[in-house]
Nanobody, 124 residues
Framework: QVQLVESGGGLVQAGGSLRLSCAGSGRSLSNYAMGWFRQAPGKEREFVAAISGGGGIAYEDSMKGRFTISRDNAKNTVALQMDSLKPEDTAVYYC??????????????????WGQGTQVTVSS
């Protein structure tokens, strides 16, 4: 079983950047496809980005060109670089691990392990 801890959230002005990090423990994250999801108050959980064990990447359309997902298997971490942030990006961001490591799924139901989340707030 893997444990996930996110960090790097905070308050930023519109147009700014943040880099989220997800640290794994208990098992190597190289055994998993990794995803980032977000949830704003009163809204459903939303797919952000995912990266498979082989490095295949998927992004939600509204994040393409602004967000970049990456993984560092040596450090057992996954990162989400967020640029050109907008107020509508405000949400709690979660990283998650999918045991089907070849599949960079957009469906949160495919992910078995979740971090506690980190708050991102973008002011206008």
């Amino acid at each position: 079983q893997v444990q996930l801890v996110e960090s790097g959230g905070g308050l930023v002005q519109a147009g700014g950047s943040l880099r989220l990090s997800c640290a794994g423990s208990g098992r190597s994250l190289s055994n998993y496809a990794m995803g980032w999801f977000r949830q704003a108050p009163g809204k459903e959980r939303e797919f952000v980005a995912a990266i498979s064990g082989g490095g295949g990447i998927a992004y939600e359309d509204s994040m393409k060109g602004r967000f970049t997902i990456s993984r560092d298997n040596a450090k057992n971490t996954v990162a989400l670089q967020m640029d050109s942030l907008k107020p509508e990006d405000t949400a709690v961001y979660y990283c998650a691990a999918n045991p089907t490591f070849t599949y960079n799924s957009r469906d949160y139901r495919d992910y078995d392990y979740w971090g506690q989340g980190t708050q991102v707030t973008v002011s206008s």
